[in-house]
C-alpha cells in the first residue's frame, strides 16, 4: 500500500462521520481499562499522574467525537406549523 494509497482512505474515512463515531467508540472501549488500571498504579506511583491524564484526554475527546452530531440546517428552523410562526 503507498502514502497515497493510504492518504486517500485517510480522507474518506474523514469524510464519514459514522466510521469516525464507530473507530472512536472502539478507541473508548479500548482505553478505559488502561485508564482503570493506570488510577490503580497512579496511586502507588505519582509518576503515573501524567500518563493517566494523557489516557484521560484521548478518551474525553473520543468521547467528544461520538456525541458529535452535526447540525442539520432544518434543526435550526421552527417548522411551519409551530403556535410561534402562525402568530407571526
Do not use: K
Not at 14 to 22: G, K, T
Request: proline share 8%; glycine share 4%.
Amino acid at each position: 500500500m503507498g502514502w497515497s494509497r493510504f492518504r486517500e482512505n485517510g480522507v474518506q474515512m474523514i469524510q464519514d462521520p459514522e466510521h469516525a463515531r464507530r473507530l472512536a467508540q472502539n478507541l473508548v472501549e479500548l482505553l478505559v481499562p488502561y485508564e482503570e488500571e493506570l488510577i490503580q498504579l497512579e496511586r502507588d506511583t505519582p509518576a503515573f499522574g501524567p500518563l493517566r491524564r494523557a489516557v484521560g484526554i484521548a478518551i474525553a475527546e473520543a468521547c467528544y467525537c461520538i456525541s458529535d452530531r452535526p447540525v442539520l440546517q432544518e434543526d435550526l428552523v421552527p417548522p411551519a406549523s409551530d403556535e410561534a410562526s402562525r402568530a407571526r
